[in-house]
């Protein structure tokens, strides 16, 4: 019971970190393809073991080369394309005050 726990709770905050991965304006449209994709992904997952037939490590690298792929997908949104990832606890809590504050320093008066 508590494995499923555990699967539930993960499950809705994957819900909710997906949706505010992405821009306001295509939220709902990004939201569902997502969906979409796992849902297709659930559907041909039981299929891997018969991977295994052509090659025994060929389930392992699929899994492998998504997970990499979903990273290096996550490093171009436009939201963080550029930016400094913070190093410390500091500048974290402050990300969205420092550039609040030097969006108004290059404002014209």
């Known amino acids: 019971m508590g494995g499923k726990w555990c699967i539930t709770m993960s499950f809705s905050t994957v819900y ?5 991965m992405f821009p306001t304006n295509l ?3 990004l939201l569902g393809i ?3 994709t796992g849902r297709i992904g659930s559907i ?3 299929q891997t073991p018969l991977l295994m037939q ?8 699929i899994f492998g080369c998504m997970a990499i792929l979903a990273g290096i997908f996550s490093l171009i949104f436009p939201e963080t394309l550029g930016t400094k990832l ?4 500091w500048e974290a ?15 014209p008066s």
């Open 16 to 20: 909710l970190y997906t949706a505010e």
């Open 27 to 29: 939220r709902h449209s």
């Open 34 to 36: 997502c969906s979409m």
């Open 44 to 46: 041909l997952a039981p």
């Open 54 to 61: 052509i090659l025994p490590e060929l389930p392992l690298v």
């Open 86 to 89: 913070p190093d410390t606890v």
């Open 93 to 107: 809590e402050n990300i969205g005050k420092m550039k609040l504050h030097t969006r108004s320093q290059e404002l």
